[in-house]
C-alpha cells in the first residue's frame, strides 16, 4: 500500500471551465476527507464520506462542488464553472473507522494544485 | 473545538533541539491535543497526540502542562528534512466503542502552525 494517491497533481485551467481530482485512499480505509488550503493558510475541511455515503459537508463547498464516493473506494471532486477564487491545493485524507483505531489518525495525500486563470 | 495559539514562525539550529509551543487554554476535558506537520508540497503528517500524560514516539516527545492549557512539541536532535509547518490541533477524542461520531470529532481544525526552519 502506497498511501493516499490523488491525481493530478497540478491542474490550470480557465475560468469557467470544469474540472474534477481523485483520490485513492488507503484501502483498508473506510473514511474519505476533502480538505481545501489556500497559500499560507492551513488545510480547510470541506466534506467527509464514510464508505460510499457522504455525512457531512462544510459550507465552503458550494453548489459548484460535488464530491462522490463509488462503491466506498476511490472519490472525486469536482467543481463546476471554477473562479479564481478556487485555487488552492485540494487535500484528500482516509482513515480507520471508530472502534478500529483509537489514533484516529489521518494518512494525507500530496493533494492537487489548482490554478485557475 | 478548542482553538490553539501558536508561533507564526521558528528558527533551530540544526541537531538541537527544537522546542515547539501551543496554547490552547480553552481545551475541555475531554479533547486531546494532536501534532501534525507539512512539509512544502506535501500533504499533513501525523506526529504525536497525548491527553493529559507527556507522550514519546519515534518522531518527537510531547509534554502537556498539568493544567493542560499549553504544550510543547520537542524534536530531540532537529534536521533540515524537520523544516516543516507544524499544526497543533486539539479535537475531541475518537469513542472506542463505535457510536456515533459528531462531526467536530470527525474533522481537523487547523489553524496557521508555525513554520520551523531548520539552519545548517
Known amino acids: 500500500d502506497t498511501g493516499v494517491s490523488q491525481d493530478p497533481r497540478h491542474k490550470i485551467t480557465k475560468r469557467g471551465q470544469n474540472v474534477t481530482f481523485r483520490c485513492d485512499p488507503i484501502?483498508?480505509?473506510?473514511?474519505l476527507y476533502w480538505y481545501r488550503q489556500t497559500l499560507g493558510q492551513g488545510p480547510e475541511f470541506l466534506t467527509y464520506f464514510q464508505n460510499e455515503a457522504q455525512l457531512e459537508k462544510s459550507r465552503l463547498l458550494s453548489d459548484r462542488f460535488s464530491a462522490e464516493r463509488p462503491k466506498g473506494s476511490f472519490s472525486t471532486l469536482e467543481i463546476q464553472r471554477t473562479e479564481q477564487g478556487d485555487s488552492a491545493m485540494y487535500l484528500c485524507?482516509?482513515?480507520?473507522?471508530?472502534?478500529?483505531?483509537?489514533?484516529?489518525?489521518?494518512?494525507f495525500g500530496s493533494g492537487t494544485r489548482l490554478t485557475v486563470v | 473545538d478548542a482553538k490553539t495559539t501558536q508561533p507564526t514562525s521558528m528558527d533551530c539550529a540544526e541537531g538541537r533541539a527544537a522546542n515547539l509551543p501551543c496554547n490552547h487554554s480553552t481545551i475541555s476535558g475531554n479533547e486531546y491535543v494532536y501534532w501534525y506537520r507539512q512539509i512544502h508540497s506535501q500533504g499533513p503528517q501525523y506526529i504525536i497526540h497525548g491527553l493529559k500524560n507527556n507522550e514519546t514516539n519515534e518522531m518527537a516527545s510531547l509534554i502537556i502542562t498539568e493544567d493542560r492549557k499549553s504544550s510543547t512539541l520537542i524534536l530531540p536532535h532537529a534536521t533540515l528534512r524537520d523544516t516543516a509547518v507544524y499544526y497543533c490541533i486539539v479535537r475531541v477524542a475518537t469513542l472506542l466503542t463505535g457510536a456515533s461520531v459528531s462531526g467536530s470529532a470527525r474533522q481537523l481544525t487547523f489553524g496557521s502552525g508555525t513554520q520551523l526552519t531548520v539552519l545548517p
Open positions: 485524507a482516509s482513515s480507520r473507522n471508530v472502534g478500529q483505531d483509537p489514533n484516529y489518525g489521518y494518512t
Open positions: 484501502s483498508e480505509h473506510n473514511r
